[in-house]
Nanobody, 125 residues
Framework: QVQVVESGGGLVQAGGSLSLSCAAS????????MGWFRQAPGKEREFVAT????????YYGDFVKGRFTISRDNAKNTVYLHMNDLKLEDTAVYYC??????????????????WGQGTQVTVSS
């Protein structure tokens, strides 16, 4: 059974840091492009970051501006998102998506095959 489970969300003050994890099971993570996306209330799901199956290429949304880092450990079937200098507007549910094949430059949510249930990130002032 294919499953993707996000964890690590929580409440953090503006300027703080948070690390999210995405644990995959039921498929071989190393053959999938992985991505982090987020969705705030009343807004569409948007691209945050993607990483190639080997981890050598990454893409980030324009709003990230060097604050976030996506990484992966295929041996552990896990993808990470380290977030620094969090802002109020980063508040959202963060989702991990998996796409079989294709480059990490594919950043549109409908192009991702599997999704987790999301983890809430709330940034307070």
């Amino acid at each position: 059974q294919v499953q993707v489970v996000e964890s690590g969300g929580g409440l953090v003050q503006a300027g703080g840091s948070l690390s999210l994890s995405c644990a995959a099971s039921g498929f071989t993570l190393g053959t999938y492009t992985m991505g982090w996306f987020r969705q705030a209330p009343g807004k569409e799901r948007e691209f945050v970051a993607t990483i190639s199956w080997s981890g050598d290429r990454t893409y980030y949304g324009d709003f990230v501006k060097g604050r976030f880092t996506i990484s992966r450990d295929n041996a552990k079937n896990t993808v990470y998102l380290h977030m620094n200098d969090l802002k109020l507007e980063d508040t959202a549910v963060y989702y991990c998506g998996a796409r079989a094949f294709g480059p990490p430059s594919i950043t549109s949510p409908p192009d991702y095959n599997f999704w987790g249930q999301g983890t809430q990130v709330t940034v307070s002032s």
